[in-house]
C-alpha cells in the first residue's frame, strides 16, 4: 500500500512538470497578426516563415524569412531570398503565450 502511495506522488510530481517542459520554439509557431497594420507573419516548425506585408508598396507581398531562438524567449529572424542570402534581421521577442515584440511592433497569435 505504501508503494502505492510512492508511486503515485512521483507521478502527480511528473504531472505538473510537463506543462513547464514547452519550448520557447513551440510557443512560436503559428501564425500573428499585427492589428495596427493587418500585417501577418507565419512561423514553421522547420525555422522558416513568411511575413504577409500589405502596409508597404516598395516591398513584396510575401517575405519569406529564417528564424533561430537566441535565448529564452528571444529570437532572431533574417529575411533573404536563394540569391541573395543576407538580408535585413530584426529580433523577436515572446511576451506571454499570445503575444511577440518585433523591434516595436506588437503581434498577437491567430492560431
Not at 7 to 16: D, K, S, T, V
Request: glycine fraction near 8%; proline fraction near 8%; include cysteine.
Amino acid at each position: 500500500m505504501r508503494l502505492i502511495y510512492i508511486y503515485g506522488g512521483l507521478l502527480f510530481l511528473l504531472l505538473i512538470n510537463i506543462p513547464s517542459c514547452s519550448k520557447p520554439e513551440s510557443k512560436l509557431v503559428g501564425t500573428w497578426i499585427n492589428e495596427k497594420t493587418s500585417s501577418s507573419i507565419e512561423f514553421n516548425k522547420d525555422k522558416t516563415g513568411v511575413i504577409f506585408q500589405r502596409t508597404n508598396p516598395h516591398l513584396p507581398p510575401n517575405i519569406p524569412f529564417r528564424w533561430e531562438m537566441l535565448k529564452d524567449g528571444e529570437f532572431k529572424v533574417e529575411t533573404g531570398a536563394p540569391d541573395h542570402p543576407e538580408g535585413p534581421s530584426a529580433k523577436v521577442t515572446l511576451v506571454g503565450k499570445d503575444t511577440i515584440v518585433i523591434d516595436n511592433d506588437t503581434f498577437k497569435k491567430v492560431k
